[in-house]
């Protein structure tokens, strides 16, 4: 089992950046596959970002490439989302998420989540 606590959200303005972190707990953490989401008032959670187990296979959702980095420290066992450039799009809450499969790009991939953290873009 794993357990995933997300941090560094916050209120930031259109243009800024911010690094969220995605600490998981458990001795199996380097096993895993790990994804971010978000999810926006209204909207359903989608797909932003994914790397697997040594960090090999990663892929980002259009909305984000090119403006997120995704990376992992399995030492830490702390998975990073790097976002840059952000806008009042961006504006949502992000989750991390652990997938036992070897590509993950849909929610009903994964098995553990995260609270989320929030994430303001003010314009």
């Known amino acids: 089992q794993v357990q995933l606590v997300e941090s560094g959200g916050g209120l930031v303005q259109a243009g800024d950046s911010l690094r969220l972190s995605c600490a998981a707990s458990?001795?199996?953490?380097?096993?895993?596959?790990l994804g971010w989401f978000r999810q926006a008032p209204g909207k359903e959670r989608e797909f932003v970002a994914f790397?697997?187990?040594?960090?090999?296979?990663?892929y980002y959702a259009d909305s984000v490439k090119g403006r997120f980095t995704i990376s992992r420290d399995n030492a830490k066992n702390t998975v990073y989302l790097q976002m840059n450039s952000l806008n009042a799009e961006d504006t949502a809450v992000y989750y991390c998420a652990a997938s036992t499969w070897r590509t993950a790009p849909l929610v009903r991939d994964y098995r553990y989540w995260g609270q989320g953290t929030q994430v303001t873009v003010s314009s």
């Open positions: 458990g001795r199996t953490f380097r096993t895993y596959s």
């Open positions: 790397i697997n187990w040594d960090g090999s296979n990663i």
